[in-house]
């Protein structure tokens, strides 16, 4: 008794099993804030803190010129995106080593409270981008005393 070879596209399921795994992974991956990696595969880590008035966000963005970086705000998410300019070779010289990276990158965060747009502040210190980001009145906490009787 010989047994016919079948195709793998016939396969009963094979294609279902297929789009359920794509769904899954595609759920896995939605809501993270993950960096976006450009032409260079630069990264933008982000460290991300709240105090009472304000959210703060400190990127690292070394060897970058601050021109070169857009910040927006557009409802609870803030848009970092910008370009690391590759320097110019010059004539004899001979890399033993290229290990920096350039190109574009863009990293979009989500905030943990509603910003006012119109109260934020962007300072570049030392390869760090600080944006503090001043919470609208409605997202601050407040304080509720208990009465004893």
Same mark, same amino acid.
């Given at each position: 008794? @010989?047994?016919?070879?079948? $195709?793998?596209?016939?396969?009963? *399921?094979?294609?279902? /099993?297929?789009?359920?795994?794509? $769904?899954?992974?595609?759920?896995?991956?939605?809501?993270?804030?993950?960096?976006?990696? *450009?032409? &260079? *595969?630069?990264? /933008?880590?982000?460290?991300?803190?709240?105090? #009472?008035?304000?959210?703060?966000?400190?990127?690292?963005?070394? &060897?970058?010129?601050?021109?070169?970086?857009?910040?927006?705000?557009? *409802?609870?998410?803030?848009?970092?995106? #910008?370009?690391?300019?590759?320097?110019?070779?010059?004539? #004899?010289?001979?890399?033993?080593?290229?290990?920096? $990276?350039? &190109?574009?990158?863009? $990293?979009?965060?989500?905030?943990?409270?509603?910003?006012? @747009?119109?109260?934020?502040?962007?300072?570049?210190?030392? #390869?760090?981008?600080?944006?503090?980001?001043?919470?609208?009145?409605?997202?601050?906490?407040?304080?509720?005393?208990?009465?004893?009787?």
């Amino acid at each position: 008794m @010989a047994k016919e070879l079948m $195709r793998w596209s016939q396969l009963p *399921g094979v294609s279902s /099993l297929q789009d359920e795994i794509n $769904r899954t992974f595609e759920r896995f991956w939605r809501d993270w804030d993950l960096p976006v990696f *450009g032409r &260079g *595969g630069l990264m /933008l880590p982000v460290n991300v803190s709240e105090t #009472g008035d304000q959210v703060i966000v400190k990127a690292e963005l070394p &060897g970058i010129d601050p021109k070169e970086v857009d910040i927006s705000i557009r *409802g609870d998410t803030l848009l970092i995106k #910008g370009e690391k300019k590759e320097e110019k070779e010059e004539k #004899g010289k001979t890399f033993h080593r290229v290990e920096c $990276r350039y &190109g574009s990158f863009s $990293r979009t965060v989500t905030l943990p409270a509603t910003i006012d @747009a119109d109260k934020v502040t962007a300072e570049y210190k030392n #390869g760090v981008l600080e944006i503090a980001m001043q919470k609208k009145e409605e997202a601050k906490q407040k304080q509720i005393k208990v009465k004893v009787d």
